[in-house]
């Protein structure tokens, strides 16, 4: 029960969540993010908090080095699945932990995927995705504003989960992730000269 929405533009994803915990009888607002940064990951967690907690806590994501044997989906779908259902056992979570009503918004390399309970793995094709009771209402926000700003843009679609949801509610938190920042190499001594 919450909404996490996320996009991708100039190479950088952007994922935002809500901040509703519910359960069947009741909500409460919480001060926990529901979308983590992970390494060179960002997650956004829809369903029960402790899966979070143990992507935030407990998981160690792979390193995804590019190359022509292996593509990042056939990555996320072999070492990464691997490592999470890992952390998940770790943690005392069965096997099925993520089938409890739990989808994922992962963010990598400048790449959107959903995965879903089963771990399923798909890219969003048109560069934004949600996941959550407020998933609907957030897709038709994010279609009708493709001239604002990533943040504006998943900002207002929260804000249209939340009108329209009951199981969505405000202060919206987004994250985003970038392309790994590398200093150039010194060479030599100032300027460049040696």
């Known amino acids: 029960m919450t909404c996490i929405v996320g996009c991708v533009e100039g190479g950088i994803v952007y994922i935002g969540g809500d901040s509703a915990w519910c359960n069947n009888w009741e909500m409460s607002v919480g001060v926990g993010k529901k979308v983590v940064r992970n390494g060179d990951v960002l997650i956004g967690c829809s369903g029960d908090p402790r899966i979070k907690d143990i992507l935030q806590q407990v998981f160690v994501p792979p390193i995804y080095v590019s190359n022509k044997k292996k593509s990042l989906l056939a990555f996320l779908l072999t070492d990464f699945t691997n490592a999470m259902k890992y952390s998940l056992k770790c943690a005392g979570e069965k096997e099925d932990a993520l089938e409890k009503e739990c989808s994922l918004l992962i963010g990598m390399h400048g790449r959107l995927f959903q995965m879903e309970g089963n771990f399923h793995i798909l890219e969003a094709a048109h560069g934004y995705d949600a996941v959550g009771s407020g998933a609907y209402f957030a897709l038709g926000a994010m279609h009708a504003t493709p001239?604002?700003?990533?943040?504006?843009?998943?900002?207002?679609?929260?804000?249209?989960?939340?009108?329209?949801?009951?199981?969505?509610?405000?202060?919206?938190?987004?994250?985003?992730?970038?392309?790994?920042y590398q200093a150039p190499k010194k060479r030599g001594f100032a300027y460049g000269f040696r």
């Open 147 to 180: 001239d604002l700003l990533p943040s504006d843009r998943i900002h207002r679609a929260l804000a249209a989960a939340e009108a329209h949801c009951p199981s969505v509610r405000a202060p919206f938190m987004i994250e985003q992730l970038g392309p790994r």
